[in-house]
T-cell receptor, first 113, second 109 residues
Framework: NAGVTQTPKFQVLKTGQSMTLQCAQDMNHNSMYWYRQDPGMGLRLIYYSASEGTTDKGEVPNGYNVSRLNKREFSLRLESAAPSQTSVYFC????????????FGSGTRLTVV | RKEVEQDPGPFNVPEGATVAFNCTYS??????FFWYRQDCRKEPKLLMSVYSSGNEDGRFTAQLNRASQYISLLIRDSKLSDSATYLC??????????FGAGTTVTVRA
């Protein structure tokens, strides 16, 4: 039972490069989320998908795009990476919105130089 | 005002001690409450849900005070392995959970 799987685990990008972070869950959850975590800032929501076919902006969406490819997969794209996007990115999923909490993936550590 | 506020600590306690800390939340309509544990450079993991009547899970006790809008976590008989950051998490009755910035606990031998 894999839960939530994120790839890659580590990535170094040059400013201006693009990349896509992948996330897949095998728990048949309806909702999926992308967060970033910076020292002293806590978890900040980038985008979320309440159900397959829908996506919505969170607290810090600028510079990111998302795709809910199907019920299992929710990807995060950085079109033109900036040093301010250096962070740890976590994907999460939940069965029914936030009512029962989230299950998180192990994270992607992204450095933009 | 942040939706969820926590004392960042750190709480530095000896093994076997009891440590307790709170968080406050701003949305009185919040329905679900949780404590998550996060180890250094790892993903947050659900420690326990918090119910209105209060609940225990082994050495951990969580309490909810809706009138004052705060949640507490108490750890008894602290172990070295309890060293972590504890995140207070609130569901303000929509699809998105609100996370506190975390309280750091360090248990020393």
């Amino acid at each position: 039972n894999a839960g939530v799987t994120q790839t890659p685990k580590f990535q170094v990008l040059k400013t201006g490069q693009s990349m896509t972070l992948q996330c897949a869950q095998d728990m048949n959850h309806n909702s999926m989320y992308w967060y970033r975590q910076d020292p002293g800032m806590g978890l900040r929501l980038i985008y979320y998908s309440a159900s397959e076919g829908t996506t919505d902006k969170g607290e810090v969406p600028n510079g990111y795009n998302v795709s809910r490819l199907n019920k299992r997969e929710f990807s995060l794209r950085l079109e033109s990476a900036a040093p301010s996007q250096t962070s740890v990115y976590f994907c999460a999923s939940s069965e029914a919105g936030g009512a029962y909490g989230y299950t998180f993936g192990s994270g992607t550590r992204l450095t933009v130089v | 005002r942040k939706e969820v506020e926590q004392d960042p600590g750190p709480f530095n306690v000896p093994e076997g001690a009891t440590v307790a800390f709170n968080c406050t939340y701003s949305n009185s309509a919040s329905q679900s409450f949780f404590w998550y544990r996060q180890d250094c450079r790892k993903e947050p993991k659900l420690l326990m849900s918090v119910y209105s009547s209060g609940n225990e899970d082994g050495r951990f006790t969580a309490q909810l005070n809706r009138a004052s809008q705060y949640i507490s976590l108490l750890i008894r008989d602290s172990k070295l392995s309890d060293s972590a950051t504890y995140l207070c998490v609130v569901n303000p009755n929509d699809y998105k959970l609100s996370f506190g910035a975390g309280t750091t606990v360090t248990v020393r031998a």
